[in-house]
C-alpha cells in the first residue's frame, strides 16, 4: 500500500498533491460545462466583467461618457455610426451602455460585498452562539426582512436623498439580512456536524471553530447567493435609477438612463431598449451562472 | 392553542413596533423639510413655521418620535403633510387596489409556475428543462419598469388590445365598494361588464409583476420535484407499483410544494414591495405609488405607513404559509 | 413446485460516471426456485442494492446492461417497457426496503398509502377499482398480518407517529399487498434495535412459511441470514464469490473473502485471551488508581411537547488507570450523550466530573482547553467527524496547531508520524477524506485523537459504521495503539461480544439509567437483568452461525 | 368621451391634486381646478394677461393707493343657491389671511383682516396699510368661498381646512364630481352658471382631469383618444406628436423664467468674475435647442410678457474669449476647480441644461458636479447662505404680471427664499424696488425698474437662461384654449373649454 513508509518527508509535487482538488475541479468543470445555461450565464458575465474592465478604452466616443453634448445629433436612430443610435444629448448610447457596465459593476460589488460583509459575520455568530446573542440578531433580521427590500430602500434614499452612493448604502441596508439568513441556517446544520464537536474535543476555540470549520463549509451557498445577488443588486440599483433615486448624471447608470428614456418612448425606442437590454442580460447572466454554481456547489442538486 | 395564538399576536405586534421604530429613525436620518414643500415656493418663513407647528415638526426629534409612537399604538399614523389627511384614511384606500393587484399576480405565479417546475423536473435536462429555465431566469432579471414599457407599447399602442394604465375607463363607474377589490365588486354588483374591463386593466401590471415571482416559483417547485422524485419513498412508491403519473401528480407534488409555498410567502412580499415600480409604471392607485409620490416629496409619515402596512401584510401572508404549511405537513400538526 | 421463478444469468451491469463506466456487476449467476429463501451478504458496496433492483428494473438510472440476462417467471425482463413493468413492480416481484424512517412518504396516512398501493395493482390487473371501505378493511387485514396492534386506528396515523420496527412492518404490509411471487428485503432489520430486529425477522420467516413466499434476503448481519435464508450467497466487489446451502456454505467456506469475513466475526462464547493472561499475573496487579470519575451525572432534554426527558439520569462511574471500560446499551439509551458529557462536550445538567481528581465539571474557557489536550474523543460515524474541506495531514495536524506552538516543519513531521502509527500512507496527508474508505477515515480519526499524547481515549462505537471485516482490524489496532501509547480507553458499543473481547469492566445502560455494572466476565456469565440477558442472546445469534464451521 | 350627461372633457396631467382648498395650497393642477370650482374678484385672461372683472364689476383707489372699494355683481351664486355677498368675500380674505397658508404671503405684508370692511351688501372695502401697487395682481388667485358652507363643517376652529380639503363651497363654473384622489378629480359644469357659458350650447358635461404620471403613457392616453389634452410630453415628444393628424400642439411663449443662480455670498462664486465668465461661457444656443427651438432667450431679469420689461444691452452670449478673459481675471485664472449644480430630481431639462454647463465648462477647466435634489431639500439647503450650492438652477413662474413679482427676488429680504438662493446683496437694487414697489404712478415705477433691470444683469448673479414655451398637446375637436401666460406651466383655464363634434 505504501513505499514511502520509511522515508521522511517527501514533498510531493504540486499535481499530487492535490490530485483531489484538481480533480474535483475537473468534475465542476466537467459538469460546468454540461449545462447550457451555465454556459450561457459565464458567457454573458465574461463579456459584462470584459467590458467593466477595457469599456473606456474600446468604445467609439468615450467623451461621451463623460457628459459631452452634440446638440447637432439629438435622438439619432441606431446607425454604423452609432449602433445603438444617440440620446437626448446627442450622445452615443452605444459608449454609454457600455462604459455603464463599470457602474453596474461597481453597485453589484459593492451592494453585495457589504451585504456579505455585515451578513455573513453575524449569520455565523447568531448560528454558533445560539441563545441570548442569536435571539438579539435574529429579530433584527427579521425586523429588516418583514419590510421588502424595496420599499425600505426607497425610504432611506428618499431620506438621504438621491445619488449613486446613498443609492448603494440604502441597497446595502436592506441586503444584509438575506444572508444573515442563509448564514445563520447553513451554521446551524453545520454546527451539528461531528466534525465541529470533533474540534472542540480537541480544544479548539471558537473562533477558530468559525474560521477553520463553518465558514468554509458555508461558503457554497454564500458564493452561489452572492452570485445572484450581483444581479438583483444591480437590478434594484436600476429601480431606484428609475424612480429618481439613482446615479446622478452624467455618469452612465443603465437604470437612470432606462428613466429618462422611458419618455422617449416608442419613437425613440432605441434609447430605453438598449439599457434595458444590458440590465436584462447581465442580469440573466449573474443569475445562470449562480444556479448553474448552484448545481455543482450544492451537493443536494449533485446526486446524478 | 390560546396561548400559543396570544405569542402569536405579540410576535406580531412587537415586530410592527420594530418596523415602525426603523422607518422613523431610517427616514428621519436627514432633516427634509416637507413643510416648505407644501407651504409653496413663495411662502415666508413664518407661514412655513405655521405649517411646522401644526405638524408638530419644530419640535426635538426625540420629541416627534415619542409622539408618534404613542398615536401608533392608539392606531393613528399621523397625518400626511402633502395631502393633510390621515394617513389611515389613505392605506385604507389605497391598500385594496394593491392587494388585489398582487393577489392577481399570486395566482397567475402559482398557477404557471407550479405546473411549469413540473414539467421541468420531470423532463430534467431535456430541451424543455432547459427553455423554461432559461425562461424562468429571464423573468427574475427583467427589470419590471422596463418590462412593464415594453408590454405597454407593444400590447396597448401597437395592438391596441389593452388599456394602457389605471383600474377602469373613465367613464365607468366603480361598483359598489364593498371589497374594494373592483374584479370582486363587479362581480357581486353582477357587472360583467366592468369585471371585464377591469380585468383587461389588471393583466398587465399583474403579468409584469407576476413574472420574478412565476419564475423563482418555478425554480424553487422544480429543485423540490427533483429531490423528492430521488427520494427514497418515491423509490418505494415506484416499487411498489405506482404508476408514474401518480407519483408526480400526486405524491411528489405534495412534498415539492412545502418549500414551493414558503417561497411564495417570500415571493409576497417581494411582490408588495416591487409595486412601488410596477404601480409608478402602469398608474396603479395604490400604497406603492403612494410611498413613491410620498417619499419624493419628503412626506414621510405615509411613507412609515405604508411600510407599515406592508410589513403587516407580509405577516400575514406568511402566517397564512405556516397554516399551510401545517395543514399539509402531519409532522406540524399537534393536538 | 420446484420451478425457477428468477434466473440471472451472467447479468453484468456498468453504471456511467464521470470517470467513465464502472462496472457494479460482474457475470452474476443467480437461480432462485419458488419457495426458496435465498441470503445474500457482502461488504458494503459490493453491489448487493444494485443487483437487486436491477431485478426490480429500479436500478442507477444511468446504468448500462453490459451481458446477460434477467429472467423473471420465464419472461425476459432485462429491457421491459414501463408498461410490462406495471404488471410486474410491486404486483409479483415486490421490496422492503433498508430504512423505514425515510421509505414511507411523511405526508400521507399510513392506510392512504397502503391502499393507493392495493388500488395501483388493481389498476394493473385490470379489474376496476374497489371501493374505498374495500380498500381500507384490504389495508387493515394486511396491518394486522404483519402483526400491528389495532390497524384500525393505525390506518389514519401518519409515518412519523410510528416506531422504527412498526413502520418497518408497514412497509412489509405494503410489499404484501400484492400478493407477491417473489420479496427482495434489502437490509430489512439494519436500522432496527438489536431487539426489534429479532422480531422482524421471525414476522419475515413466519410470512414465508405461512404465504409460501419466494425471498432474496439481503443482510450484513449473518446470524440474520442463518435464521431466515435456505439458500446463500457471498458477494465481493460486484461478483458472486460463492454460493449454495446457508449451513453448507458457512460451515465449509471456499473463497478467502468468506472466511475473512466469518472470522471477523467477535465470538461472543469465547473467553477472552486477556483474561487468561490477566489470571496468571494476577497477585502483581497494584491496586487501581482512579483516572476519571462521575458523580451522579445527569442530563435532561426538553421534549417537543414541553415536557423533560432524562437522556443520562443520575450515573455514576469510575474508570482506572490503564483500563478498558465499556458501555453497552440499546441504541437511544444515553451512552453518547454520556460520554460527550465525560468530556464536557455538552453540559450535564447536574452532577460533577472528576478528571486525575480534578474537578472539570465547572471549568471554562482556557483551563477547560489545557484539560482536553489530555482526553480525546473519537466519534461514532467517521463519515462526518473530519471536515469534508480539510486534508487529511490538515485534520491530523489541527489538535498541534491548537494546543502547542510547533512550528509547521514539526507538526508536518509529527502528522506523518502519526499517519505511520495508524498505518496509513504518508501520502494520504493530501487526500480529501471523501477519497478514504471508511475503515481509513476512522484511522485518521483516531490519528487525530492521539495526536496530543492523551491519556484517555473516548471511543464512541467506533466501529459501528464499518463493515464486519474492517471492524475486526480496527479492534485490533486499537489495542495494539492502547499498548503502545499507554491508553486509558472508555469504549462504547452495542455489540456485547466485542465489549468482552476487550474490556475489563463494564456497565450497562437502559434508558439513562445503568441496569448493571461491574467486571465484564461477570456480567456475561451471570446477567442479573433481563435486558443484559436479551442483548447477550441476539449476539450469540450471529455468533453462532459464523462458527458453524467450528 | 362621452358620457350620457354630455361631452366630458379629459385632461391627461402628471401631478395630483392632493388638497383642493383655495388659501391652503396653489400649483398648478389644484389652481387649475380651483380657478374652475371657484370665482374670485377679477380674473387674468388674454396673452399679454390682463386683469378682467369677474365677480367684481368694477372698483375704484383712492389717491393715497392704500383704499380699495370693489363692487360685486349681483347674480352670483354659490353652487348651493346662497348669493355671494361682500361678506363672502370678507370672510373669504380673513379666512386665506388668518390660516396664514398658501395664497397669504401675497397681501399680509399689506392687508389685515380687519383691514376688510362689508360696505353693503355687495360692496366691500380694503384698507391697506401701505400703498401696495401690485395689490390687485393678486387678487385674481383669491377665491371666494361659501362662509355658510364652510362654517358648517368647521372642526374645531378650523376654517373648515379639513372639509374643504376634498370639497368645495364654490361659485365657479364647475362643482365636484368624482373625486378620487391619485386616480382622477372630475368637475362637473353648473348649468345656470352666473356668468353663463361663452361656448353657449356647446357648454361640456364636465372635465376629468385624469392623473398619468408617464410622459408614454400620456402619449399613447392622446393617441387612442383617451385623453383630449394633455401637459408634460418631452419637448421631443411634442415635435414628433405635432405630425399626428387630429392633433394640435399649443404653444406659447411663457413668463417662467430659467436661471442658474449662483452663490454670490459664498465659495468661488462670489467672484463676480467667474460669475462673468460661466456665463459667456454657456452656450445659450443649446439650452433652447434643448427645447427644439421652443424657448426664447432671457433678455433681462424680467420676462418679455411682463410690465416694464426692457432688453438689457450687453447680456452675456456665448463668447469663449471674453470668458477666458474674465476667468483669467478672477481667482481661478486656470480654472481647475468644482462646482456643484444643483436641480431639483427629476426636472429633466434642468438636467440636461446641467450637461450642457458641465460641457460648456470644460472650455474654462472648471468641473460641474450635478446633483439632484428632492425639492424640501434643496430648499432647505438654500435656506442658509453657508450650504447655498455654488449653482442652482431656478425655474421661476411670477405669480402675477407685476414686475415686482420677480424683482423683488433680487431684493436682500428675499434671501433664504428658494428664488433669492443667489443671496444677491446690492444696496441700490434693494432701495430701488423698495420704491417701486410704494410708487402709485406707472411711469416713475417702470424707469426704476429699467434701472433695476440693468444693475442686475451687470452684477451677474446668475445665468440668465431662457424663458420656455408652455406647451400642450391637444386634440383637434378640442375647442375653446385660451392662454394666458401669467398662468402656471400646464395650468389651463377649463372655463371656455369645449368638444367640437363631427
Ligand atoms: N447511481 C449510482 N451512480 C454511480 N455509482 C453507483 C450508483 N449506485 C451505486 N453505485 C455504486 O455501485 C456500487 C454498489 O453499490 P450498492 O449500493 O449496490 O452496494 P451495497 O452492496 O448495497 O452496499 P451497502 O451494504 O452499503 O448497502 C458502489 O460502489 C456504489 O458506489
Ligand atoms: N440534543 C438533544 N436534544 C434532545 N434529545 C436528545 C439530544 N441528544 C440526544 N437526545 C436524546 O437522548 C437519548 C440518548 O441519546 P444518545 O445519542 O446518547 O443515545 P445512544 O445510546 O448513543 O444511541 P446510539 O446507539 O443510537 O448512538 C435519545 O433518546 C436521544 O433522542
Ligand atoms: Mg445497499
Ligand atoms: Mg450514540
Sequence with gaps: MSKLDQTATIPASFSERHAGRIRQMRLYGHMFRGSFSSMLGLTLVGIFLILAAVGPWIVPFPEDTLGAVHMGSRLLPPSTEHWFGTDEMGADIFSRVIVGARTSLWIGIVITGLGALIGVPLGIIAGYKGGFVRACIMRLTELFLAVPGLALALAIVASLGPGLTNCMVALAIVWWPGYVRLVEAKTLAVKEELFVESARSIGAKTPWILWHHILPNCMSPIIVKMSMDMGMAILAAAGLGFIGLGAPPPAPEWGAMVSVARSYMPDWWWYSFFPGAAIFLTVLGFNLLGDGLRDILDPRSRAR | MLSFTLRKLLTVAGTMLGIAVLTFVITNIAPGDPARLVAGPNATEDMVDTIRVEYGLDRPMIEQFGIYMKDLITGDFGTSIVTTRPVLDELLRYAPATIELVVVAMILGVALGVPLGMLSAVYKDGPIDHVTRILSISGVALPAFWFGILMQLYFSVDLGWLPVSGRLPLVTRPPDMVTGSLLLDALIAGNLETFRTALSHIILPAVVLSFPCLASILRVNRSEMIEVLQSDYITAARAHGISAGRIIAVYSLKNALLPTLAMIGLRFGWMLGSTVLVE???????????????????????????????????????????LAYAWIDPRLRRA | MNSTLLDINAYSLGIGTFDGPIHV?????????????????GESGSGKTVLVRSVMGIGPSNSRVQAGHITFDGQDITRMNDKGWAKIRGIRISMIFQDPMTYLNPLFSIG??????????????????SSKAMRRSRTQELLEQVGLPAPAQLFDQYPHQLSGGMRQRVLIAMALAGKPDLLIADEPTTALDVTVQAQVLDLIKSLVKKLNLTVIMISHDIGAIATVASKCAVMYKGEIVEQGDTAA????????????????VPDIEVTPARLLAKQAVQDVIPAPQKLLEAVNLRKVYKTQAGGEFAAVDNISLSVNVGEIFGVVGESGSGKSTLARMLLRLIEPTSGDIFFEGQDISRLRGEPLRQIRQHMQFVFQNPHSALNGRHTIGDAIGEPLRIQTTMSRRDIDVRTEALLDIVQLP???????????????????????????????????????????????????????????????????????????????????????????????????????????????????????AARLRA | ERTDAGNVIVFGGRQAIPVLDPHIRYDWSTRMIQQGVYDALVKYEGDPAEVKPWLAERWETSDDGKTWTFHLVENAKFHNGDPVTAEAVRYSFERGLKLNKGVAWMLKDFLSPEGITVVDDYTVKFELKAPYAPFLSFLPWWFVVNPQQVKANEVDGDYGQKWLTDHAAGSGPFKLGRWEPNVLYEVISVEDYWKGWPQGDNRPAGVIYRMIREPAAQKAALQRGEADIVEGLTSDDYVQIARVPNIVIEDHKGMTTFGIKFNTQKGPTADINLRKAIAYAMDYDAMIGIYNGAASLETSPLPDAMKGHIEVEGIPRQDLATAKEYLAKSAYPDGGITLDYVHVAGLEEARRIGLVLLDNLKALNIDVNIKPEQWPNMVAAGASVDTAPNMTSIFATPISTDPDAVAYQYHKNSWG?????????????????????????????????????????????EVFGMLQNRRWARQDYLQGFTFSPVRFTGEVDLYPLWIKEN
Excluded at chain 2, 403612494?290 to 419624493?296: H, Q, T
Excluded at chain 3, 460482474?26 to 426458496?36: A, H, L, P, S
Aim: with cysteine; proline share 3%.
Design chain 3, 249 to 264: 456454505v458457512l460451515s465449509n467456506p471456499q473463497h478467502d473473502y468468506t472466511r475473512q469475513l466469518l472470522a471477523a
Design chain 3, 112 to 129: 392512504r398509502q397502503i391502499s393507493d398501493v392495493i388500488a395501483a395493482h388493481e389498476r394493473a390487473a385490470g379489474q376496476g377499482i
Design chain 2, 280 to 322: 409608478t409604471v402602469f398608474d396603479w392607485p395604490g400604497i406603492g405609488l403612494y410611498a413613491v409620490s410620498s417619499a419624493l416629496a419628503s412626506d414621510f409619515k405615509p411613507v412609515i405607513g405604508v411600510t407599515l402596512l406592508i410589513g403587516f401584510l407580509f405577516i400575514i401572508a406568511n402566517t397564512l404559509v405556516d
Design chain 3, 25 to 41: 456487476l460482474k457475470d452474476i449467476n443467480i437461480t432462485v426456485k419458488r419457495g426458496e429463501t435465498l441470503g445474500i451478504v
Design chain 4, 417 to 461: 427664499q428658494y428664488y433669492g438662493i443667489a443671496y444677491y446683496d446690492n444696496p441700490d437694487v434693494s432701495r430701488m424696488i423698495d420704491e417701486a414697489r410704494a410708487a402709485t404712478d406707472w411711469e416713475t415705477r417702470a424707469e426704476l425698474y429699467a434701472k433695476i433691470q440693468k444693475q442686475i444683469v451687470a452684477d451677474q448673479p
Design chain 3, 426 to 544: 504518508k501520502s494520504f496527508r493530501y487526500r480529501y477524506p471523501h477519497e478514504l474508505s471508511g475503515g481509513q477515515k476512522q484511522r485518521v480519526c483516531i490519528a487525530r485523537a492521539i495526536a496530543l499524547n492523551p491519556r484517555l481515549l473516548i471511543l464512541d462505537e467506533p466501529t459501528s459504521a464499518l463493515d464486519i471485516s474492517v471492524q475486526a482490524q480496527v479492534l485490533n489496532f486499537l489495542q495494539q495503539v492502547r499498548k503502545e501509547l499507554n491508553l486509558t480507553y472508555v469504549f462504547i458499543s452495542h455489540d456485547l461480544a466485542v465489549i468482552r473481547q476487550i474490556c475489563d469492566r463494564t456497565i450497562v445502560m437502559k434508558r439513562g439509567k445503568i441496569v448493571e455494572q461491574g467486571d465484564t466476565e461477570q456480567i456475561f456469565l451471570h446477567p442479573a437483568e433481563e435486558y443484559t440477558r436479551a442483548l447477550i442472546e441476539s449476539g450469540r445469534v450471529t455468533s453462532r
